[in-house]
């Protein structure tokens, strides 16, 4: 017979023991949360040409949270000009993506010059056994090298 598990969970923000649900907070958490939501929505809309820190600034959002609303999708970004989110590498703000154009082309760089290294190896050569010498197949046989 199965025993039947709890499926509570400690909530992220305040640590209160709740039933787990989708959003993976508790109940007044997310009220909190849809408020905090609302009261940014509404500010933007009445200045949507504000900026992250002004908009931080007027809401008591955190940064961190904007950007989160923003890589979810509830921002978009076409609709606030001013508004944008760090580069996963370095942390400038961008508008769109998940790196600079500077980060980009820094990593595409990187992976053709390992690449080009890569191509220039030679491959590994493994030493022939004589025929009529057979006597299975030896592990020592697969790292034997010339």
């Known amino acids: 017979m199965a025993v039947p598990q709890l499926m509570v969970a400690?909530?992220?923000?305040?640590?209160?023991?709740?039933?787990?649900?989708?959003?993976?907070?508790c109940s007044k958490?997310?009220?909190s949360l849809d408020d905090q939501f609302k009261h940014s929505l509404d500010f933007l809309r009445r200045n949507y040409r504000s900026t992250n820190e002004q908009l931080c600034e007027a809401t008591?959002?955190?940064?961190?949270?904007l950007h989160g609303w923003v890589k979810a999708g509830k921002l978009l970004l076409s609709d606030y000009p001013n508004l944008n989110y760090p580069c996963a590498s370095c942390s400038e703000p961008?508008?769109?993506?998940?790196?600079?154009a500077a980060c980009s082309t820094?990593?595409?760089?990187?992976?053709?010059q390992?690449?080009?290294?890569?191509?220039?190896?030679?491959?590994?050569?493994?030493?022939?056994?004589?025929?009529?010498?057979?006597?299975?197949?030896?592990?020592?046989?697969?790292?034997?090298?010339?």
């Open 94 to 100: 961008i508008r769109e993506h998940k790196l600079c």
């Open 106 to 112: 820094r990593i595409s760089r990187d992976i053709k």
């Open 114 to 146: 390992l690449n080009e290294k890569a191509t220039v190896l030679p491959a590994p050569q493994f030493e022939a056994r004589p025929q009529g010498t057979s006597r299975g197949f030896q592990i020592g046989d697969r790292w034997t090298r010339v």
């Open 29 to 31: 958490c997310s009220t």
């Open 10 to 25: 400690n909530c992220p923000r305040c640590g209160k023991v709740f039933q787990r649900n989708l959003r993976n907070q």
């Open 60 to 65: 008591g959002i955190s940064p961190i949270q």
